[in-house]
């Protein structure tokens, strides 16, 4: 069964409107954290945000922020103010327990028009 | 803070040939490394789990004698793809767990490198 799963495989945003990305995961172990990850075309994994399973708020991080239902297990990435820069992919990634391995999802592609 | 490099940051070889790939984490120590292959539009696949002074451990399906891995300190791994094939050309991208926290970055997070971009011919 797919631990991470990232149903919209692209989007178009308009610049300076917000942007959510879906991501579902999958776990039975009660200590796990989730991430999301940019992409640009150059190739490089930026890393966004971090959120803990035990974290009681949602992670914030500038523009950035991380919608946690714990119950749904859902953590879609909301992103603010969208520039032309968030032009990339995003990942969303699951670590479980004390496995530092990182399990991803398949990915969407998000591009910004002006 | 969390700074990972890799070299080379792309390569083109010819069949039958062994390449180096080099992943350091510049501005802290990092026990663990990764490393993972990206297809053209796909998202990464873990190839095998680094760990400094051990052998690597390697996911289902990923061939140890063909993708070699040393982690010879906290700052360096290396992955050799030996007699490369045209079917070994990918995007291999490293990543590096923090051994400790530091300025900006966290123990809970891979941090990862640009990527190489290898080319069998």
């Known amino acids: 069964a797919q631990k991470i799963t990232q149903t919209q495989p692209g989007m178009f945003v308009q610049e300076k409107e917000a942007v959510t990305l879906d991501c579902t995961y999958d776990?039975?172990?009660?200590?796990?954290?989730l991430f999301w990850y940019k992409q640009p075309s150059s190739g490089e994994m930026i890393f966004l945000i971090y959120?803990?399973?035990?974290?009681?708020q949602n992670a914030t991080e500038g523009r950035y922020s991380l919608n946690f239902q714990k119950a749904r297990k859902s953590a879609n990435l909301v992103i603010s103010a969208s520039q032309l820069g968030d032009s990339a992919m995003y990942f969303c990634?699951?670590?479980?327990?004390?496995?530092?391995?990182?399990?991803f999802g398949a990915g969407t592609t998000v591009t910004v028009r002006a | 803070g969390a700074v990972v490099s890799q070299h080379p940051s792309w390569v083109i070889c010819k069949s039958g040939t062994s390449v180096k790939i080099e992943c350091r984490s510049l501005?802290?120590?990092?026990?663990?490394m990764f490393w993972y292959r990206q297809f053209p539009k796909q998202s990464l696949m873990l190839m095998a789990t680094?760990?400094?002074?051990?052998?690597?451990?390697?996911e289902q399906g990923v061939e140890k004698d063909k993708f070699l891995i040393n982690h010879a300190s906290l700052t360096l791994s290396t992955l050799t793809v030996t007699s490369a094939h045209p079917e070994d050309s990918s995007f291999y991208i490293c990543?590096?767990?923090?051994?400790?926290?530091?300025?900006?970055?966290?123990?809970?997070?891979?941090?990862f490198g640009p990527g190489t971009r290898l080319t069998v011919l």
């Open positions: 990543s590096a767990h923090p051994l400790a926290g530091g300025p900006g970055y966290y123990t809970d997070t891979q941090y």
């Open positions: 776990t039975s172990d009660p200590s796990y954290g």
């Open positions: 959120q803990g399973s035990y974290d009681q």
């Open positions: 990634a699951m670590r479980e327990g004390n496995d530092y391995k990182l399990s």
């Open positions: 501005d802290f120590q990092a026990t663990t």
């Open positions: 680094s760990n400094e002074g051990s052998k690597a451990t390697y």
